[in-house]
């Protein structure tokens, strides 16, 4: 479940309280990363927390976010290398190319990546990268091609020097 930081402790406490906490893996943002109360909720409620927007601020402190989700996007996931927390690679939600990266560096973590986030093609309206992706299940399956695939479709884009 993931709030996007959207409550306040007080509604988490309350949406906690409702619930069956049992079928849930990890919340992730509840409210604003703070280390003394996420700490708190953690030792209270047999919840993991997932800490995203500020997931460099958690590294090593796992009592109070047992789960870093990183956006190789727009973090260096280097930095998580030795976090002893659960990582989740996510994708950002960019465009096909952005998510085949993170599947890239997810891939190349694996040993210290449990779970991905990498279907977000599936929220947008087709486009011919879109199309080029499918999945397998729960697996995301990369086109043809070289590298990340989409050969002819990166052939046909128009490239500007960035300098």
């Known amino acids: 479940l993931d709030f996007n930081a ?5 509604q988490f ?8 906490l049992s079928a849930i893996d990890f919340i992730e943002d509840p409210f604003p990363y703070d280390q003394k109360l996420w700490r708190d909720f953690q030792n209270k409620y047999p919840i993991q927390l997932a800490c995203d927007a500020q997931s460099e601020q958690a590294i ?11 956006k190789p996007a727009i973090q260096n996931i280097q930095q998580f290398t030795d976090a002893p927390q659960t990582l989740v690679v996510t994708s950002y939600m960019d465009h096909p190319l952005g998510q085949l990266g993170a599947a890239y560096y997810a891939a190349k973590f694996s040993d210290r990546v449990e779970t991905c986030g990498l279907m977000t093609h599936l929220l947008y309206s087709p486009n011919p990268f879109i199309d080029c ?3 397998r299940g729960p697996l995301l399956v990369p086109p043809q091609g070289y590298g ?5 479709l990166l052939k046909q884009c128009e490239w500007q020097d960035l300098k």
């Not at 959207?6 to 007080?10: D, L, N, Q, V, Y």
């Not at 406490?13 to 069956?20: A, H, M, N, P, R």
Request: net charge negative; no cysteine; aromatic share 10%.
């Open 6 to 10: 959207s409550i306040t402790p007080a």
């Open 13 to 20: 406490e309350t949406f906690l309280s409702s619930l069956d």
């Open 60 to 70: 090593g402190a796992i009592e109070s976010a047992k789960v870093l989700v990183i």
């Open 133 to 135: 992706l499918s999945h």
């Open 148 to 152: 990340f695939g989409f050969d002819e």
